[in-house]
């Protein structure tokens, strides 16, 4: 009886105070739109940092001069089967000087007379292990092989690209826990005016015996209920517009399946569950405040 009375009249608020609904709703709609993208973003963005750690983490193995070809592909076997190797490539001397005339053209012939270029091996790894400790170790350990005349990769680089990720990261956390906040003070305040515009109501109740749990529930559940309406408006102007960017980005076509259900779900979630912190607090707060007298 209790829980269905709850409902019954946090439902009901929701006609009784249309104004304040729509204010709240909308209000609420916008902060979890800037959530959804904010979290679309950092999604994203977290995919091309780990793309961009592999290039940045990039290693090349530079095998001897007089290494057997066979030895060198035994080389290249090996480590493909590292664990944590992404994608592993044999260049052969032939094909280093290819590549050495596409990056120099014609100006660079006059260094070709004899061939120079050692044969070599390039590795990415997997993002969890593109770090500059991690990668450092693995330079040492590789430089120890037989047959290997030097391992390089650009590790001040990789640096300098971990410390710019990691204070965009502390910059986008910041700004998404701000709109979270505002949403649920916003939607606090919101039940605040309700409360205030019902006070006779709740004094009436508290005189009979109703208990503050019992006054607050339907408060809660006209809180849920406006999340619950901005969460669903919210993903769909947040699927409207994922689907509008990826026709410019084709990019993100491939993750338009579990990503998107998941990011849209989370906004309906969000939007429910914003809306239950702020009633929540709003009302255990103000409830408390109404005067017997």
Do not use: C
Not at 139 to 158: A, G, I, K, M, Y
């Amino acid at each position: 009886m209790s829980l269905t009375y709850s409902i019954r009249e946090g439902l009901a608020g929701l006609r009784r105070a249309r104004f304040a609904t729509v204010a709240a709703t909308s209000a609420m709609t916008v902060a979890l739109v800037l959530i959804g993208v904010f979290a679309a973003v950092g999604y994203h963005a977290h995919q091309v940092t780990n793309w961009l750690r592999q290039r940045v983490g990039e290693i090349e193995i530079f095998l001897e001069d007089d290494v057997d070809e066979n030895v060198a592909r035994a080389l290249y076997a090996r480590v493909q089967a590292i664990p944590g190797v992404a994608e592993a490539r044999y260049i052969s001397r032939e094909e280093a000087r290819q590549i050495f005339l596409e990056e120099f053209g014609r100006e660079g012939e006059v260094f070709l007379d004899e061939p120079f270029l050692p044969a070599s091996i390039r590795v990415r790894f997997e993002p969890s292990m593109a770090a500059p400790d991690t990668l450092a170790r693995m330079v040492r350990w590789l430089s120890t092989w037989n047959h290997v005349d030097e391992v390089v990769f650009n590790q001040p680089l990789l640096v300098k690209v971990q410390q710019n990720l990691r204070l965009i990261t502390l910059i986008g956390l910041a700004l998404g826990l701000l709109v979270v906040l505002a949403a649920v003070f916003l939607v606090a305040n919101t039940i605040r005016l309700t409360v205030y515009a019902r006070r006779l109501l709740i004094r009436t109740m508290k005189l009979v015996g109703a208990t503050d749990s019992f006054i607050r529930r339907p408060f809660v559940v006209e809180g849920m209920a406006q999340g619950l309406i901005a969460g669903l408006l919210a993903a769909g102007i947040v699927a409207l517009g994922y689907q509008m960017v990826a026709g410019y980005l084709p990019q993100l076509e491939g993750s338009q399946g579990l990503f998107l259900l998941g990011l849209l779900g989370g906004i309906v979630l969000a939007g429910v569950v914003l809306g239950w912190l702020g009633a929540a607090w709003a009302a255990r707060r103000f409830i408390r405040q109404v005067p017997l007298h």
